[in-house]
């Protein structure tokens, strides 16, 4: 079965500073993988997604992130955190070889990044 | 840029009603979610669907649950007699495709069951 762990469920940081949140899966196959951003009373937006392509994927906001299969991780960073990257920040997998289609997510508990001046 | 839609924002209903949260996917997407999310803890998978029908459903998805495509383009969510415990976030989510694997997220209904 797959699962998603994010370690800290909290993590604050610096306007300026850098910004690591951590994830890491487990998968019998190789994943799909996907970083979500939840602002406060909204929804999940996607930031980026690993599907097998290039290990270094780019996303939205300035994130990026480097599937390591040997570490069966997948950590979202940004050289440089803004106040605006406040938010609760979800790694999740699927599974691409799902015979069904298009498979669920298994989201992580997420992690809250707090900036602070 | 398309995206789901969701109704109500927000509901408060009082124990033992239904509810039926509303969902319009984004057009010519065939596969559709619901997940939720209970206060401060992470989103779970509750049932997909594809073809009119059900292709995966997770153990919280139970016979008080249902889902329904009514009329091409709606996607509903059914709980029959609501519970305390039925309190969360519910998003819906659709992906074709033309969507590269990408699942897109509405911007929830949150149930608060009194």
């Known amino acids: 079965a797959q699962s998603v762990t994010q370690l800290g469920s909290h993590v604050s940081v610096s306007e300026g500073a850098l910004v690591l949140l951590r994830c890491n899966y487990s998968s019998s196959v190789p994943p799909y993988l996907f970083w979500y951003v939840q602002y406060p009373n909204q929804g999940l937006q996607l930031l980026l997604k690993?599907?097998?392509?290039?290990?270094l994927v780019k996303g939205i906001n300035g994130f990026e992130a480097e599937f390591k299969k040997s570490e069966t991780s997948f950590h979202l960073t940004k050289p440089s955190a803004h106040m605006s990257d406040a938010a609760e920040y979800f790694c999740?997998?699927?599974?691409?070889?799902?015979?069904?289609?298009?498979?669920?997510?298994?989201f992580g508990a997420g992690t809250r990044l707090a900036v602070h001046p | 840029e398309p995206e789901v839609t969701q109704t109500p924002s927000h509901q408060v209903t009082q124990m033992g009603q239904e509810v039926i949260l509303r969902c319009v996917p984004i057009s010519n997407h065939l596969y559709f979610y619901w997940y939720r999310q209970i206060l401060g803890q992470k989103v779970e998978f509750l049932v997909s669907?594809?073809?009119?029908?059900?292709?995966?459903k997770s153990e919280i998805f139970d016979d008080q649950f249902s889902v329904e495509r009514p009329d091409g383009s709606n996607f509903t969510l059914k709980i029959r007699s609501t519970k305390l415990e039925d309190s969360a976030m519910y998003f819906c989510?659709?992906?074709?495709?033309?969507?590269?694997?990408?699942?897109?997220f509405g911007e929830g209904s949150w149930l608060t069951v009194v």
């Open positions: 690993y599907t097998s392509a290039a290990t």
């Open positions: 999740a997998v699927s599974d691409p070889m799902f015979s069904g289609g298009y498979n669920k997510l298994i």
């Open positions: 669907f594809y073809n009119n029908e059900i292709s995966e």
């Open positions: 989510a659709s992906t074709g495709q033309l969507s590269g694997n990408t699942i897109y």
